[in-house]
């Protein structure tokens, strides 16, 4: 257990589809964040919330749209993808910014 | 830019064995460490951290060490189980801001 869980764990797909990527944390933690790992690249910081409101937004295509309801959820809402989406999409959270975050298990995002 | 790398990308040890790895970074306004360790089909797990008023700090079977004169990070493991393969990212940050920059990872391979 983890304390962040993400759903779901796979998906597939196709470039017109909308879909949602959803993240829970149990920890109490104050700040959220979506991070997209691909295959030999670092991790790419996508999204932060810290408080419920977003304070990074790291030059991520409009395809891609956060949204942080309460301090215990971040949802990814995708439409329109590419092909280079494809990728794992981690969500992490922390106490408040810049401690130790703890990351989900992550979503298998593949865009056919 | 301003990146976070590390000195090499696979690492075999013998078990039992010390394991290091290394990580160097570029950018002098980060003043906090980490490292996590990522196993296979798991989201990264935070292992330990160092603020920049510390040049070394013990945990459990690890140690990191920093040498802010020539920007280096090291992560060391005590006696490699089988357990400690997996890929480990170190990771830096400014205290002011929310961004944490991931370096490109080391992939730790247990020789039985």
């Known amino acids: 257990e983890t304390g962040v869980t993400q759903t779901p764990r796979h998906l597939v797909m196709g470039m017109t589809n909308k879909k949602s990527l959803k993240c829970e944390q149990h920890l109490g933690h104050n700040a959220m964040y979506w991070y997209k790992q691909s295959a030999k690249k670092p991790l790419e910081l996508m999204f932060v919330y810290n408080f419920k409101e977003q304070t990074e937004n790291n030059s991520v295509p409009s395809r891609f749209s956060p949204e942080c309801p309460n301090s215990s959820h971040l949802f990814l809402h995708l439409h329109t993808l590419q092909p280079e989406d494809s990728a794992l999409y981690l969500c992490?959270?922390?106490?408040?910014?810049?401690?130790?975050?703890?990351f989900g298990d992550g979503t298998r995002l593949s865009i056919l | 830019g301003e990146s976070v790398g590390l000195h090499l990308p696979t690492l075999s040890v013998q078990e039992g064995d010390n394991s290091i790895i290394n990580c160097a970074y570029s950018?002098?306004?980060?003043?906090?460490f980490i490292w996590y360790k990522q196993e296979s089909g798991k989201g990264p797990q935070f292992i330990i951290d160092i603020r920049s008023n510390m040049d070394k700090r013990q945990g459990q079977r690890v140690t990191v060490l920093l040498n802010k004169t020539v920007k280096h990070l090291s992560l060391q493991i005590a006696a490699t189980q089988p357990g400690d393969s997996a890929v480990y990212f170190c990771?830096?940050?400014?205290?002011?801001?929310?961004?944490?920059?991931f370096g490109p990872g080391t992939s730790l391979s247990v020789i039985p």
């Open positions: 990771a830096e940050a400014q205290s002011s801001y929310d961004k944490v920059i």
């Open positions: 950018n002098s306004a980060s003043d906090y």
């Open positions: 992490a959270s922390s106490q408040v910014r810049n401690q130790p975050q703890h």
